[in-house]
């Protein structure tokens, strides 16, 4: 329920900075509603509000899906991964910088592009030799080993070379933005789409009308 509301609110701003901007585009007279016109800063908080709704109801989606949690992946797990996982790719996104010694703890935030297709995020907690750890940094893309069972559980896969696993697969189209958003439109639910789509057009009907 609360992330229906907030892909209807997120298409209610839509809707009305669309009909803003019909109304801005179109020759005549600017209608605004008769509160608006007793101020000028209330007429200018009526014209701004859709983008703020817009903007505060995307970005609380955006966290939402976002990982809960940190998920430390030690040693002991990302030996196992190595021989048991399934093999993917991932950009880095951040990425700490490790601490000194022989062994660096490594706090990284990864965007991982499954063997099926899927993009998703996933942030981990890596214990590693520096040399591998120095080898991080945010935009480069990565060989990794995912658990099947819990995909979000994602291992640095040191014995792979990127450029075999990469083989066929362009970096910049793979982990684009026009994906991810086409991706997240995919798998929208029904009444998420209902709700999108019912407040853009109620938006741009409340300021059009």
């Given at each position: 329920m609360g992330r229906t509301a907030l892909w209807w609110c997120l298409g209610l701003g839509l809707g009305m900075v669309l009909g803003e901007?019909?109304?801005?585009?179109?020759?005549?007279?600017?209608?605004?509603?008769?509160l608006a016109t007793a101020s000028p800063e209330v007429a200018s908080a009526v014209a701004v509000w859709p983008w703020g709704l817009a903007a505060a109801s995307g970005a609380l989606l955006l966290v939402g899906m976002r990982p809960v949690a940190r998920v430390a992946v030690d040693r002991r797990t990302a030996v196992g991964l190595r021989r048991t996982g399934r093999p993917a790719i991932a950009k880095v996104m951040r990425v700490s910088d490790p601490a000194p010694g022989p062994r660096a703890l490594v706090a990284a935030s990864l965007l991982v592009l499954s063997p099926t297709g899927r993009i998703y995020s996933s942030d981990v907690h890596w214990m590693l030799d520096p040399v591998d750890a120095g080898s991080l940094r945010t935009g480069a893309v990565i060989p990794v080993r995912v658990d099947p069972q819990a995909?979000?559980?994602?291992?640095?896969?040191?014995?792979?070379?990127?450029?075999?696993?990469?083989?066929?697969?362009?970096?910049?189209?793979?982990?684009?933005?026009?994906?991810?958003?086409?991706?997240?439109?995919?798998?929208?639910?029904?009444?998420?789409?209902?709700?999108?789509l019912a407040g853009a057009v109620g938006g741009a009907l409340i300021v059009v009308i």
């Open positions: 901007l019909i109304q801005l585009l179109t020759p005549g007279e600017r209608v605004l509603p008769a995909p979000h559980t994602v291992a640095l896969d040191t014995l792979a070379d990127s450029r075999a696993r990469m083989d066929g697969i362009d970096p910049e189209t793979a982990f684009s933005t026009r994906r991810r958003l086409r991706q997240l439109v995919t798998r929208m639910r029904g009444w998420s789409r209902i709700a999108v």
